[in-house]
């Protein structure tokens, strides 16, 4: 299926490889075909995330097609052909209202920080001032709401990954200072984050955690910066190095091996919404206070051995599908999601001792998906 993403991503490999000029400017036509460019249109400078869309779906879009359109742009375009570089010029200036117009709320941390990214930099290689003003105060406020509650997509195996991502990219080609600086302290943040809660007996990130797309295991795309950063080996032949702007210290790995310990977290602006992780050597049991989303783990135990066995975790699934295995299309984006039910919940712990309460309310349960209500708790 033909996405906006692919066709950046698939252009970028070109630039690098630097292999088949000639098919660039062919792949930045059908890009603006699938570009948004009409003013009147609330998707105005935004592109379909996929060619069967209608229109743009999801606004996520813009954001993660700029991260590779200005790498090409500042690493790559005296190789690039003139009419294809006039092209993919075009694209970033409509994708500039794209970003501008997409404005979410500093607690949706990946997306608040590759926005803030695509605007600072969008605005310094395009010479719009008023651009990058803007985009420094959307990094602002995204900064001075994470010091005051945390990332609200907690100790995510899957987003963190993006959010370092992002933050990278700043470091790498902002000229900002001060969005530099920040986006390096964000980075510290997150890595001593992920430091508290390694689990090395399991070589991954254990304990409760929001956004996850891989139930059983507890991975996800988080795994390319461990690579990186040499806290798990490269899986066959090393992929190509990507600058690393944060290292993290080596305190943080002795802390990761610190047994036992136990992390609090907040990671919202309700008191409920926050997190408790005990760590021994033979074993992890985590809660969090409240539920954060469809795609959350709220109550799990990791055990020793291979990172690839399952976890333990609790789950509410109205679809027979305690495994998360059963994806089907989500939003009007239509992404292909293992989301399980949204109930009230809340818990407690303290050390090795947790308690969890989850009440399934009539809205929770209405759901056309919904075939047989079930409490799972998983175990290896």
């Known amino acids: 299926m033909l996405g906006a993403r692919s066709l950046f991503g698939y252009a970028r490999n070109l630039c690098e490889a630097r292999e088949h000029p000639e098919r660039l400017e062919r792949v930045f036509q059908v890009a603006a075909g699938a570009q948004d460019r009409n003013p009147q249109s609330r998707g105005f400078g935004n592109l379909r995330w996929t060619w069967r869309d209608p229109g743009v779906t999801d606004a996520n879009a813009v954001e993660f097609c700029m991260q590779d359109a200005l790498a090409m742009w500042i690493e790559h375009?005296?190789?690039?052909?003139?009419?294809?570089?006039?092209?993919?010029?075009?694209?970033?200036?409509?994708?500039?209202?794209?970003?501008?117009?997409?404005?979410?709320?500093?607690?949706?941390?990946?997306?608040?920080?590759?926005?803030?990214?695509?605007?600072?930099?969008?605005?310094?290689?395009?010479?719009?001032?008023?651009?990058t003003a803007e985009g420094a105060g959307r990094l602002d406020a995204f900064y001075l709401w994470t010091w005051q509650f945390g990332t609200r997509e907690f100790c995510s195996p899957n987003y963190y990954g993006t959010d370092l991502e992002g933050l990278r990219f700043i470091q790498t080609y902002a000229r900002l200072d001060h969005a530099r600086q920040q986006a390096r302290r964000v980075a510290e943040l997150i890595w001593t984050d992920i430091a508290a809660n390694w689990y090395p007996p399991a070589q991954k990130l254990a304990g409760a955690h929001s956004r996850s797309y891989d139930y059983l295991a507890g991975l996800g795309h988080l795994d390319n910066e461990l690579v990186d950063a040499g806290w798990l080996p490269a899986p066959g032949t090393p992929p190509k190095t990507r600058p690393t702007c944060y290292v993290p210290l080596a305190s943080l790995r002795e802390l990761s091996g610190r047994l036992p310990r136990v992390v609090r977290q907040h990671w919202g602006t309700n008191p409920a919404e926050s997190r408790t992780h005990w760590l021994a050597a033979d074993i992890t049991l985590s809660c969090s206070g409240a539920g954060s989303g469809q795609d959350d783990a709220r109550l799990t135990v990791d055990l020793p051995g291979d990172r690839k066995l399952p976890r333990c975790y609790f789950i509410p699934d109205g679809r027979e599908d305690p495994y998360g295995k059963v994806r089907y299309e989500t939003s009007s984006a239509r992404h292909l999601k293992a989301l399980h039910l949204q109930p009230f919940w809340a818990a407690a712990q303290r050390g090795p001792d947790a308690l969890g309460l989850v009440l399934y309310r009539p809205q929770d349960v209405a759901l056309p998906e919904v075939v047989n209500l079930q409490s799972h708790i998983v175990l290896r």
Do not use: D
Request: proline share 5%; with cysteine.
């Open 77 to 131: 375009r005296q190789w690039v052909p003139e009419g294809s570089r006039k092209a993919l010029r075009e694209l970033m200036e409509f994708a500039i209202e794209g970003c501008l117009r997409h404005r979410v709320p500093s607690s949706y941390t990946n997306i608040a920080i590759l926005n803030a990214a695509n605007l600072i930099v969008l605005g310094e290689v395009l010479q719009r001032p008023e651009v």
